[in-house]
């Protein structure tokens, strides 16, 4: 039972999250991309824009190649495109939507450095013998697609020069899943959106997601949410006079009190598949078992939506993150354990016990190229966790045959990806 003086600070909300630093989106209006008098470019416009280019200015920035590769957000029966720009300096991305004004090509978007607080807006033109190539039926050749268009810092006006020259299309020979941490960034990261949330998960894909890994725990009442840390605090609310477990809490209590801290609330574990299933090209969910009890609940959403995936040609695959021994035990509880779609961060002999399709050791453990071997062999997949830093990511992807990495940019992943040659 709470204690009553946690009761009375209920009473009053004190949502006073206060941050000593920021990276806010700048605001990307720009009139003539925003005009009546531009349309939305076709799928084939987009396809031909795809690839790994040269950055011939701006590299002090941006660095010296950029992946570029498009993603969506759907909402209803409207569908918004982005084009991101993945750079290989530190951790920078360019997010962009495109739009088409006679035969122009315009994109209008901003800038962020995710080791930093860097951001500005990021205008580009593409005109003339450029744009026909991508607005025809045109097939990109190295050299001839050049993208041109100016940035600048924070709100300001751009006035830096940035260019990009198409060298090669995408790498895509085998396949890599691209697992964005809590959803698809840190809270600490200062991205758009609070770790977690229905929000961070739409914009993953755009931040070079393939799939994310989500926190699950339980309200007192037994409703599975996301949250990531074991007790209520202000690395990741609004300061409200709540403290302790998830757990201590009903969800009417959470969903009406509680505020994470870019004002969501704390979603549903059905709300974040809702997204993942309705809003995003997402195809794969790690599912994070952070409780210690029942996981009834969490295997029949998992099923739920795998089934309504399938029902509308989707590929998406759900899996029950097994973090601990304690989970481990109550996961063999289930019905048929062998055969639900798992992921399994402890030893391979836990992986085989329970027919894991995924084997998933922390980075630190090295390489383990004959443990990996081992699992391809059984017919499993091996993902590692979670690889942040650009020197140890292109290490894994140069010398281990791990099928997935979890981190929490996955901008920088999906660029030495796509760039691979």
Same mark, same amino acid.
């Given at each position: 039972?709470?204690?009553? *003086? ?18 806010? &989106?700048?605001?990307? @209006? ?10 939305? +470019? ?5 396809? !031909?824009?795809?690839? $790994? ?7 002090? &920035?941006?660095?010296? /190649?950029?992946?570029? @590769? ?22 920078? *991305? ?60 924070? #709100? ?17 020979? !085998? ?22 949330? $229905? ?23 037994? $409703? ?28 009417? =209590?959470?969903?009406?009190? &509680? ?11 059905? #709300? ?14 790690? +599912? ?7 996981? =009834?609940? #969490?295997?029949? +959403?998992? =099923? #739920? ?10 590929? +998406?695959?759900? $899996? ?11 996961? @063999? !509880? ?60 292109? @290490?894994? /992807? ?16 999906? *660029?030495? *990806?796509?760039?691979?040659?």
């Amino acid at each position: 039972m709470m204690k009553p *003086y946690i009761f009375v600070s209920l009473l009053v909300l004190i949502f006073s999250c206060k941050k000593d630093y920021d990276a806010p &989106v700048p605001r990307t @209006k720009w009139n003539v991309f925003d005009s009546s008098a531009t349309t939305s +470019l076709t799928i084939n416009t987009r396809s !031909k824009m795809e690839g $790994v280019y040269t950055v011939t200015e701006g590299a002090d &920035v941006f660095g010296n /190649f950029s992946a570029l @590769k498009w993603s969506y957000t759907a909402s209803g029966k409207d569908t918004t495109y982005h084009l991101t720009m993945f750079c290989d300096r530190q951790v920078v *991305y360019i997010i962009c939507e495109g739009k088409r004004l006679d035969s122009n090509i315009l994109l209008s978007g901003y800038w962020r450095n995710m080791v930093n607080t860097e951001t500005g807006l990021a205008r580009f033109t593409i005109s003339g013998a450029n744009s026909a190539k991508l607005l025809d039926n045109t097939i990109a050749t190295p050299g001839t697609t050049i993208i041109t268009g100016l940035f600048g810092t924070g #709100e300001a006006i751009p006035d830096r020069n940035i260019s990009l020259t198409y060298n090669r299309p995408l790498y895509k020979a !085998k396949p890599l899943e691209i697992v964005a941490h809590r959803g698809g960034g840190r809270t600490s990261d200062l991205l758009p959106a609070s770790e977690n949330t $229905v929000e961070i998960i739409k914009m993953a894909a755009r931040l070079g997601a393939t799939g994310i890994e989500i926190d699950v725990r339980y309200t007192s009442d037994g $409703v599975p949410v996301l949250f990531h840390d074991a007790t209520l605090n202000e690395r990741l609310i609004q300061r409200n006079g709540m403290v302790g477990p998830i757990e201590n809490y009903n969800f009417a =209590q959470l969903r009406s009190l &509680v505020r994470l801290p870019d004002g969501e609330q704390i979603p549903t574990l059905r #709300e974040a598949l809702d997204a993942v299933l309705y809003n995003t090209p997402l195809q794969f969910v790690w +599912l994070d078992t952070k409780f210690n009890g029942s996981m =009834q609940q #969490e295997r029949a +959403l998992q =099923q #739920e939506y795998m089934q309504k995936a399938a029902a509308i040609g989707r590929n +998406l695959n759900i $899996v029950i993150g097994i973090p601990d021994k304690d989970v481990l035990s109550n996961f @063999k !509880k289930l019905p048929d354990y062998q055969n639900i779609p798992s992921v399994c961060e402890l030893t391979p002999e836990d992986v085989s016990a329970v027919n894991a399709r995924i084997w998933a050791p922390r980075w630190t453990l090295g390489l383990q190229n004959e443990e990996v071997d081992r699992m391809h062999a059984a017919g499993r997949k091996a993902f590692v966790w979670t690889l942040d830093v650009p020197d140890n990511i292109k @290490k894994y /992807f140069n010398e281990s045959g791990f099928n997935g990495i979890l981190s929490n940019y996955p901008s920088s992943v999906a *660029y030495y *990806y796509y760039a691979k040659q």
